[in-house]
């Protein structure tokens, strides 16, 4: 069941998840925001970059409204943190996460895309925090991680007055670090797997783990956090190979 909304595909060390429920705007049910964890808990040992991707004209619909109707207070907030999971394990997981977005990609939608490292929207790509409309709230890290992008005066004005962002906006508020045409998200993102794959493990270690704690540290701890970081890092033989490689003319240079 859970294999047909959301398809799984290895290339090489990177692991695509599609979700695959075109006919409901990939709106997530249970179903698949579980598939989702399992699938990174399944593939994590051989994985060096996940892909999250979408079949049909949407990245997502968001929550899917009709398992909401029947919840009381308690079985939302059950609901609510495991999103909360899944949303940490995409964010925290150790693998970079690249998201690529068309079409709706609106409240759980857009949930799952901050939580994941790097985002590239195509041109058909929009916006939308629709919670407001629905009398609900956001309840998968929207609002620890969107404002973090694009400012809570941005988020606030999204779920106040419905506003939707289309794809150049999303882009020039820093909600999506590229842009591309139609169609042609995936490639760029199979590309750019492909070069991410080759980083030094403790270096993508310390960026997905380290750089998100030293922003919520104050700035002595975050001082000491980046030192020992620094210095663990500079101490691998990864390091010191890359480095002897770049000195005796055999690295590739900035940009290459
Ligand atoms: C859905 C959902 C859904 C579509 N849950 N079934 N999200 C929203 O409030 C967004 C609601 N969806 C829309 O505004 C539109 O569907 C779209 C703009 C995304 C796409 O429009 P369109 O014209 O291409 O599709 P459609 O005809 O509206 O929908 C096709 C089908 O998908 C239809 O079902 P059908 O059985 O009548 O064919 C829709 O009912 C169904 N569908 N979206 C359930 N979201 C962790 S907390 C996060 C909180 C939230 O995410 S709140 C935001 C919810």
Same mark, same amino acid.
């Given at each position: 069941?859970?294999?047909?909304?959301?398809?799984?595909?290895?290339?090489?060390?990177?692991?695509?998840?599609?979700?695959?429920?075109?006919?409901?705007?990939?709106?997530?049910?249970?179903?698949?925001?579980?598939?989702?964890?399992?699938?990174?808990?399944?593939?994590?040992?051989?994985?060096?970059?996940?892909?999250?991707?979408?079949?049909?004209?949407?990245?997502?619909?968001?929550?899917?409204?009709?398992?909401?109707?029947?919840?009381?207070?308690?079985?939302?907030?059950?609901?609510?943190?495991?999103?909360?999971?899944?949303?940490?394990?995409?964010?925290?997981?150790?693998?970079?996460?690249?998201?690529?977005?068309?079409?709706?990609?609106?409240?759980?939608?857009?949930?799952?895309?901050?939580?994941?490292?790097?985002?590239?929207?195509?041109?058909?790509?929009?916006?939308?925090?629709?919670?407001?409309?629905?009398?609900?709230?956001?309840?998968?890290?929207?609002?620890?991680?969107?404002?973090?992008?694009?400012?809570?005066?941005?988020?606030?004005?999204?779920?106040?007055?419905?506003?939707?962002?289309?794809?150049?906006?999303?882009?020039?508020?820093?909600?999506?670090?590229?842009?591309?045409?139609?169609?042609?998200? %995936?490639? =760029?993102?199979? !590309?750019?797997?492909?070069?991410? $794959?080759?980083?030094? @493990?403790?270096? #993508?270690? /310390?960026?997905? &783990?380290? %750089?998100? =704690?030293?922003? !919520?540290?104050?700035?002595?701890? $975050?001082?000491?956090? @980046?030192?020992? #970081?620094? /210095?663990?890092? &500079?101490?691998?033989?990864?390091?010191?190979?890359?480095?002897?490689?770049?000195?005796?003319?055999?690295?590739?240079?900035?940009?290459?």
């Amino acid at each position: 069941m859970s294999e047909s909304i959301l398809v799984t595909e290895r290339t090489g060390t990177t692991l695509l998840l599609k979700l695959n429920r075109p006919q409901k705007r990939n709106a997530v049910n249970d179903d698949l925001i579980l598939a989702i964890e399992k699938a990174i808990d399944a593939f994590k040992a051989e994985t060096k970059v996940i892909i999250i991707h979408a079949e049909g004209e949407h990245f997502s619909a968001g929550l899917d409204l009709s398992e909401l109707k029947e919840r009381n207070s308690k079985e939302g907030l059950e609901h609510s943190r495991m999103w909360h999971r899944v949303m940490d394990k995409i964010q925290f997981g150790a693998i970079p996460v690249i998201a690529v977005l068309k079409g709706a990609c609106v409240g759980g939608g857009l949930e799952i895309a901050t939580a994941s490292h790097i985002r590239i929207a195509e041109e058909s790509a929009f916006y939308a925090l629709p919670e407001g409309m629905r009398g609900i709230f956001v309840g998968g890290g929207g609002s620890l991680r969107i404002p973090k992008l694009i400012g809570t005066a941005a988020m606030t004005d999204m779920m106040l007055t419905g506003r939707v962002l289309n794809a150049d906006e999303g882009y020039e508020k820093g909600l999506t670090q590229y842009l591309v045409e139609n169609g042609k998200g %995936l490639k =760029k993102a199979m !590309e750019m797997a492909e070069r991410m $794959a080759q980083n030094a @493990e403790m270096t #993508t270690y /310390a960026v997905l &783990q380290v %750089l998100p =704690k030293i922003q !919520e540290a104050s700035h002595q701890e $975050a001082s000491m956090m @980046e030192s020992l #970081t620094a /210095a663990l890092a &500079q101490d691998s033989p990864e390091a010191k190979k890359r480095l002897r490689d770049f000195l005796e003319g055999k690295a590739k240079k900035v940009g290459e």
